[in-house]
């Protein structure tokens, strides 16, 4: 607000120097053209902009953007180029004085105080318009959609991402938070959303998961090829293990000097349940910058039995808070909990005389996780007793009287199979005769 004041006053008197207080940059000031009147492409803006400025540069354009409707230009001469204004000043730029004039036109006072409302208000009608219901469409219908929506909306999704709290500013690569962008996941359970029929579901997650996917791979190809920023480490670190493994808080309570380096280039949780696609991954991480860039893979390893318990009680308890839960479906935790143990044994093999890949096994089968190592890795069941397993725990789960899993949420889970109890039930035979014998 101070420095918006200074803008003003700075043109009321005419002059062409703010002189604002700005963040400390290291690239020269941003302009359109060279001197031969040829075009500049914008430099690649090192630090992390203003949040606030930011959230009020993107709420302008966008509310500009749903203005200009077809061909229309009712935005344009609504707000003029105070978007841009805005954004520059968020970065440490001065920004154009036809630019800033925009930008008092609008009123300080009253633009400032209703940013808040303007952003929420563009968002819920963007969400609304792009929101896919999910019987529309058949699966494969629903994945390219979604890959295509990142795609046509690259730039301010990766933006929208970036400045997520819990990204670190980007750098951690998270398929489960790239899923909270889609309306069809995480949409607002308002009146609008429910006179609109636009409410999202976290039961929704397999429906999204190629778009957060694409938007991950799109945001690790950025990280990769961006110059590091002033005091972050020139490093990628991989998490990986199954669903439910414990990979953020198992992590956290390692002691200090032995948790990941939450400070590198890129921080990126996955599962590495597929060899190639973790080497290819991994491979490009060595390559990027000087291409030496060492990697450090935690590995976290959990039972197949308390990992999927960990997964049920986070679904429930997200019904529970949100009125819906993150689904990880039996085939899920089959692919992510065998593949991954397996992956990281041909890993180990692959980058063994590799200096620049470390490899931890963090053994979170206790009360307490900490350092082990890959000779220490159980053999992976085979995938029909591991299946077997998953369908004991989830049908007690089921039967459970206090358990607060949801028959859709249920459902879901078995993704397809049939109901393992109604399997069991015998003619003659009730579901308390199964809970509680006789």
């Known amino acids: 607000m101070e420095d918006i004041n200074k803008l003003l006053e700075a043109i009321r008197l005419g002059s062409s120097s703010f002189n604002l ?28 902009p203003n949040l606030a400025l930011k959230v009020a540069a993107d709420a302008t354009n966008r509310t500009t953007d749903l203005f200009n409707t077809g061909n229309g230009v009712v935005g344009d001469i609504m707000f003029g180029k105070a978007g841009t204004a805005l954004s520059d000043m968020s970065y440490g730029y001065n920004p154009k004085i036809n630019d800033a004039v925009d ?47 990142v795609v046509d909306e690259a730039v301010p999704m990766s933006s929208d991402y970036a400045n997520r709290a819990d990204t670190f500013g980007g750098r951690k690569i998270d398929t489960d938070i790239a899923r909270e962008l889609f309306p069809e996941y995480n949409n607002a359970n308002s009146l609008v959303n429910k006179l609109t029929d636009t409410v999202g579901s976290r039961y929704r997650a397999a429906d999204v998961h190629t778009g957060a996917s694409a938007l991950s791979k799109l945001r690790y190809e950025e990280l990769l090829n961006a110059p590091v920023p002033s005091g972050i480490k020139n490093k990628v670190t991989f998490t990986a293990g199954s669903s439910g493994a414990g990979k953020s808080k ?24 597929d060899f190639n696609k973790a080497k290819s991954k991994i491979d490009e991480a ?7 860039t060492p990697v450090d893979i935690f590995y976290v390893n959990r039972g197949l039995e308390d990992a999927f318990k ?40 692959s980058y063994k005389n590799n200096p620049l890949v470390n490899i931890k096994v ?43 899993l949801t028959k859709e949420a249920y459902e879901r889970i078995l993704n397809g199979r049939p109901d393992p109890i109604a399997d ?14 006789y």
């Open 310 to 349: 960990g997964t049920i009680n986070r679904t429930a308890n997200q019904a529970e808070n949100f009125g819906s839960g993150r689904i990880v479906d039996i085939d899920t935790m089959l692919m992510t909990n065998l593949g991954s143990l397996k992956t990281i044994k041909q890993l180990d093999k």
């Open 21 to 48: 207080k700005q963040p400390l940059r290291e690239t020269p000031a941003y302009a359109d053209v060279d001197n031969m009147g040829f075009l500049i492409e914008p430099e690649f803006r090192k630090h992390n």
């Open 250 to 273: 198992g992590l956290l309570n390692l002691p200090k000097r032995q948790q990941p380096d939450f400070n590198s280039k890129v921080y990126y949780d996955t599962n590495f349940s």
């Open 424 to 437: 069991i039930v015998q003619e003659g035979q009730t579901l308390g005769d199964l809970i509680y014998g």
């Open 362 to 404: 963090v053994d979170n089968t206790g009360d307490k996780p900490f350092i082990s190592s890959i000779k220490n890795l159980p053999r992976a069941k085979s995938k029909a007793a591991a299946e077997k397993d998953l369908f004991k725990i989830l049908r007690e789960e089921r039967l459970n009287p206090e358990s607060k």
């Open 286 to 292: 060595i390559k990027s910058g000087d291409g030496k």
């Open 103 to 149: 930008l008092g036109l609008l009123g300080v006072g009253p633009f400032v105080a209703g940013v808040k409302g303007l952003a929420s208000g563009a968002k819920l009608i963007n969400d609304t318009n792009k929101f896919r219901k999910a019987n529309e469409y058949t699966p494969d219908e629903l994945k390219l959609l979604m890959q295509r929506r």
